[in-house]
C-alpha cells in the first residue's frame, strides 16, 4: 500500500517490462536503479531489485550475451562435490554485488554440507546481509542439537508471519529444518509459494519422502518447463525414476552416469547409482559403486546405510555388516537408520529377557 505509506514503488516500470514481456526494456530500467543498491533505505527495493534481475538473468540469457559465471560453482555444489565447489568460487573474480552475494551463499552452503558449521557460524554475523543470516541459523541447527527445539520454535514463529517469498535462501533453510524434522508438510507449505528451480527439487524430495510419486512427477514436469536442462532437474528425473522402479531404474542409472561422465563421480552420483543397482539385484555393481563412494568420503552416511543394506541382501557375514552399522553409529549417531536400529535392539533385548531357557 504504498499510497498510505507515502512511498512510491522504485521497481514499477522494471515490473511492468518484465511482466508484459518487454525483457530488455525491463534489464535497461533495472541496470539504472542497479547504483542504488545499499543506498536506499527501502527494505523493499533493496530486495526485489536482485530478484528481478536473477528473474531476468533466467528469462533472456541468450538476448544478454552473458555466461553464468557460477555455473560451475552450482554445478560442483549440486553432484555433492562441494570442496570443488569452494575451490571455484575462490577462484572468481566478481564485481557485480548479487553475484558475489550468491557465491557467498553456496561457499556457506558447502561448508555446511562439508559439515564445517564453525566456519559459517563465526563469519556470518549481525551486519552480514539478509540473505546469508539463514544459513548461520541452520549451521547452529545441524550443530547443535540441544538448540534444535528452539531454534525450530523461532523457525515457527518465522513462517507464521509475512514470508518473503522472494528470499529463496530463507526458504531452502526453514524447508531443511522441517525435512530435517520429518515435517514434510510444512517444509511444502514453505516451499510452494516459490518458483526457484531448488525450491521446487526440494518440494520433490519431500514428496518422495511422503511416498507421493505422483505429486513428484507433477513437480519434475514443472521444473522441466522451467529449465530441462539444469543440472537439477536432471537429478530429480533420477530421483522420481529411482522411486518408481521397475524399468525407470535404469534411466536413473543412465542420469546419475552421464552426469558423473561430465563431471566428475562424486559420492552422491555413486550412491544413486548403486540404489539403481540394488534395486536390479546387481549388487556386485552396486557394491563397486559403494566402495569408490567411501574412498571419496569414508563417513557418507548414505554410502554406509547404502552398504549396511546391501551387506544384508548379497549376504555378507554379520561382521562386514556389523563393522558398517558401527562406523554409522560413530559417525552420525542421531542418523535415522541409527537410531532406529539401536532402538529397536534395545526392544529386543527386553524381550528377551522375559525368556528364561530352563534344563
Same mark, same amino acid.
Given at each position: 500500500m504504498?499510497?498510505? &505509506?507515502?512511498?512510491t514503488?522504485?521497481l514499477? !516500470?522494471v515490473k511492468?517490462?518484465?511482466?508484459?514481456?518487454?525483457? &530488455?526494456?525491463?534489464?535497461?530500467?533495472a541496470?539504472? *536503479?542497479?547504483?542504488?543498491?545499499?543506498?536506499?533505505?527501502?527494505?523493499?527495493? $533493496?530486495?526485489?531489485?536482485? /530478484?528481478?534481475?536473477?528473474?531476468?538473468?533466467?528469462q533472456?540469457?541468450? &538476448?544478454?550475451?552473458?555466461?553464468?559465471e557460477l555455473?560451475d560453482?552450482?554445478?560442483q555444489?549440486?553432484?555433492?562435490?562441494?570442496?570443488?565447489?569452494?575451490?571455484?568460487?575462490?577462484?572468481?573474480?566478481?564485481?557485480?554485488?548479487?553475484?558475489?552475494?550468491? $557465491?557467498?551463499?553456496?561457499?556457506?552452503?558447502?561448508?555446511?554440507?562439508?559439515?564445517?558449521?564453525? =566456519?559459517?557460524?563465526?563469519?556470518?554475523?549481525?551486519?552480514?546481509?539478509q540473505?546469508?543470516q539463514? *544459513?548461520?541459523?541452520?549451521?547452529?541447527?545441524?550443530?547443535q542439537?540441544?538448540?534444535?527445539?528452539?531454534? /525450530?520454535? +523461532?523457525l515457527?514463529?518465522?513462517?507464521s508471519?509475512n514470508?518473503? #517469498?522472494?528470499?529463496? /535462501?530463507?526458504?531452502?533453510?526453514?524447508?531443511?529444518?522441517?525435512?530435517?524434522?520429518s515435517?514434510?508438510?510444512?517444509?511444502l +507449505? #514453505?516451499?510452494?509459494q516459490?518458483?526457484?528451480? @531448488?525450491? $521446487?527439487?526440494?518440494?520433490?524430495?519431500? &514428496?518422495?519422502?511422503?511416498?507421493?510419486?505422483?505429486l513428484?512427477?507433477?513437480?519434475?514436469k514443472?521444473?522441466?518447463?522451467?529449465?530441462?536442462?539444469?543440472?537439477?532437474?536432471?537429478?530429480?528425473?533420477a530421483w =522420481?525414476? *529411482?522411486?518408481?522402479?521397475?524399468e525407470?531404474?535404469?534411466e536413473?542409472y543412465?542420469t546419475?552416469?552421464?552426469?558423473?561422465?561430465?563431471?566428475t563421480?562424486?559420492?552422491?552420483l555413486?550412491? %544413486?547409482q548403486?540404489?539403481?543397482?540394488? %534395486?536390479?539385484?546387481?549388487?556386485e555393481?552396486?557394491?563397486?559403486?559403494?566402495? !569408490?563412494?567411501?574412498?571419496?568420503?569414508?563417513?557418507?552416511?548414505?554410502? *554406509?546405510v547404502?552398504?549396511?543394506?546391501?551387506?544384508?541382501?548379497s %549376504?555378507?557375514?554379520?561382521?562386514?555388516?556389523?563393522?558398517?552399522?558401527?562406523?554409522l553409529?560413530?559417525t552420525?549417531?542421531?542418523?535415522?537408520?541409527a537410531? @532406529?536400529f539401536?532402538?529397536?535392539? +534395545?526392544?529386543?533385548?527386553?524381550?528377551? +529377557?522375559?525368556? #528364561? =531357557?530352563?534344563?
Open positions: 504504498p499510497e498510505q &505509506q507515502g512511498e514503488d522504485e514499477f !516500470d511492468t517490462q518484465f511482466y508484459i514481456g518487454n525483457y &530488455q526494456s525491463a534489464i535497461n530500467e541496470q539504472k *536503479l542497479k547504483t542504488a543498491i545499499g543506498q536506499t533505505q527501502n527494505d523493499n527495493f $533493496r530486495l526485489l531489485n536482485p /530478484v528481478i534481475l536473477r528473474l531476468l538473468d533466467r533472456m540469457p541468450e &538476448q544478454q550475451g552473458e555466461t553464468d555455473f560453482v552450482k554445478t555444489f549440486y553432484i555433492g562435490n562441494y570442496q570443488s565447489a569452494i575451490n571455484e568460487a575462490q577462484k572468481l573474480k566478481l564485481n557485480n554485488t548479487l553475484q558475489k552475494l550468491e $557465491r557467498d551463499v553456496f561457499v556457506y552452503r558447502s561448508y555446511i554440507a562439508l559439515k564445517k558449521y564453525g =566456519v559459517v557460524i563465526n563469519e556470518i554475523h549481525g551486519a552480514s546481509p540473505e546469508l539463514p *544459513l548461520k541459523q541452520l549451521a547452529e541447527y545441524l550443530s542439537p540441544n538448540k534444535r527445539e528452539s531454534i /525450530v520454535l +523461532k515457527d514463529q518465522q513462517i508471519g514470508i518473503d #517469498v522472494n528470499n529463496h /535462501v530463507f526458504l531452502l533453510v526453514a524447508a531443511t529444518i522441517y525435512y530435517n524434522e515435517n514434510y508438510e510444512t517444509a +507449505k #514453505v516451499l510452494h516459490s518458483a526457484h528451480l @531448488e525450491c $521446487r527439487a526440494l518440494m520433490l524430495q519431500a &514428496q518422495l519422502k511422503m511416498d507421493r510419486v505422483d513428484a512427477k507433477k513437480e519434475l514443472s521444473m522441466q518447463e522451467i529449465d530441462d536442462d539444469a543440472i537439477l532437474t536432471q537429478l530429480a528425473s =522420481v525414476n *529411482l522411486s518408481m522402479g521397475g525407470k531404474l535404469q536413473a543412465y546419475f552416469q552421464e552426469l558423473a561422465d561430465k563431471n563421480p562424486t559420492a552422491l555413486l550412491n %544413486g548403486a540404489a539403481c543397482c540394488i %534395486g536390479q539385484s546387481k549388487y555393481e552396486a557394491e563397486s559403486a559403494l566402495q !569408490d563412494a567411501l574412498e571419496k568420503d569414508s563417513n557418507n552416511t548414505d554410502t *554406509l547404502n552398504l549396511i543394506v546391501l551387506s544384508q541382501l %549376504g555378507k557375514t554379520p561382521e562386514v555388516c556389523n563393522r558398517y552399522l558401527s562406523q553409529i560413530d552420525a549417531p542421531e542418523h535415522p537408520f537410531v @532406529e539401536q532402538a529397536k535392539e +534395545k526392544y529386543f533385548d527386553s524381550l528377551a +529377557k522375559q525368556y #528364561v =531357557v530352563t534344563a
